[in-house]
């Protein structure tokens, strides 16, 4: 979250950008401050997303995650400054572009009902955004987040998301088959055989 945190620096960089005169040397001098502000909050969020996505990739051998829709997330008002903080799309594109560097597999699954299926028998549990614990009638009872990421995992597994888009084409953004899915896969797994002589 680093626009809240440095939210009081740039705020008052912008108060004193309104207060100088246009077309002066001070007004000019202001300006470039507050783009230093805003300039030194986006190279945080690189810096974090890269560092995050490098840790991840490299101590799991297949990481699979929710393909959500950022685009449409972010029209929601109330989530959008939030969403775009966290930088989500840009954790994803780095972490799919060192899976393609390090040979590891990162798998998109659907991101619908995720939260509400159950991870043990696949019921769906509807439960609102409040509702932090998942509990069934089968007798399973998690944290809401832990039993949707087991939910994620198994998708992932059953191969009924696609791959990441670093995969084939850096610049892709349409959905592989269950089959393509399948072949990437298996090219994946024998380049990392032939890599590293303890597989």
């Known amino acids: 979250r680093f626009l809240g945190k440095g939210e009081r620096r740039l705020k008052k960089a912008q108060r ?8 002066s ?21 690189k810096d974090f997303a890269v560092k995050l996505a490098r840790c991840v990739i490299q ?3 297949c ?7 950022i685009k449409n997330m972010v029209k929601n008002h109330c989530l959008a400054k939030s969403i775009n903080d966290a930088s ?5 594109v780095w972490m799919e572009y060192f899976g393609k560097v390090f040979g590891r597999i990162t798998i998109a699954v659907p991101a ?6 159950c991870s043990s028998c696949g019921t769906i549990v509807k439960k609102s955004l409040s ?12 944290d809401r987040d832990h039993n949707a990421a087991k939910v994620i995992l198994s998708r992932g597994l059953s ?19 269950a089959t393509d899915v399948e072949v990437i896969l298996h090219r994946q797994v024998d380049s990392a055989n032939q890599e590293s002589p303890r597989l």
């Open 16 to 23: 004193r950008l309104s207060k100088r005169v246009k077309g």
């Open 25 to 45: 040397e001070n007004r000019k001098k202001a300006r470039v401050i507050l783009g230093k502000r805003h300039l030194k909050i986006s190279r945080q969020r």
């Open 59 to 61: 101590s799991n051998d």
């Open 63 to 69: 990481v699979v995650y929710e393909d959500l829709r």
């Open 88 to 92: 989500w799309y840009m954790f994803r």
């Open 112 to 117: 619908h009902g995720t939260s509400q299926e």
């Open 131 to 142: 509702t932090r614990t998942h509990t069934c009638r089968c007798g399973c009872v998690l």
């Open 159 to 177: 191969t009924a998301g696609h791959v990441g888009t670093w995969i084939l084409d850096p610049n892709a953004c349409g959905e592989l088959t």
